[in-house]
């Protein structure tokens, strides 16, 4: 079974920057993707964006485009989201999350069946 923790949250001042790591815990190979989800206070969660492991393609949400960066590193079985530029409207619980085999029509093409208990991130002054 797959097992996710996230980590690197905290308080960061508008325009800051954090890196949120994802460790998991049987190769990451044997996901077809990971994604990174968040969720701010009152709203639904959204998805922030993923990395397909067979051509580590990424997407992300139009929000963080150009600001959020998905990366992994294999020897330690980890998955990165590099955040800058962080805005309030940032604010949320970021979970990160492993596809399984079934496939759905979405960035990423996969649904994700493995959750992480998530780590907060709050932009503020």
């Known amino acids: 079974q797959v097992q996710l923790v996230e980590s690197g949250g905290g308080l960061v001042q508008p325009g800051g920057s954090l890196r949120l790591s994802c460790a998991i815990s049987r190769s990451t190979s044997d996901s077809p993707a990971i994604g990174w989800f968040r969720q701010a206070p009152g709203k639904e969660r959204e998805g922030v964006g993923c990395l397909k492991h067979r051509d580590e393609s990424t997407y992300y949400n139009v929000a963080v485009k150009g600001r959020f960066t998905i990366a992994r590193d294999n020897a330690k079985e980890t998955v990165f989201l590099q955040m800058n530029n962080l805005q309030a409207e940032d604010t949320g619980v970021y979970y990160c999350?492993?596809?399984?085999?079934?496939?759905?029509?979405?960035?990423?093409?996969?649904?994700?069946?493995?959750w992480g208990r998530g780590t907060q991130v709050t932009v503020s002054t």
């Open positions: 999350a492993a596809a399984g085999t079934k496939r759905v029509r979405s960035q990423c093409g996969y649904e994700f069946e493995y």
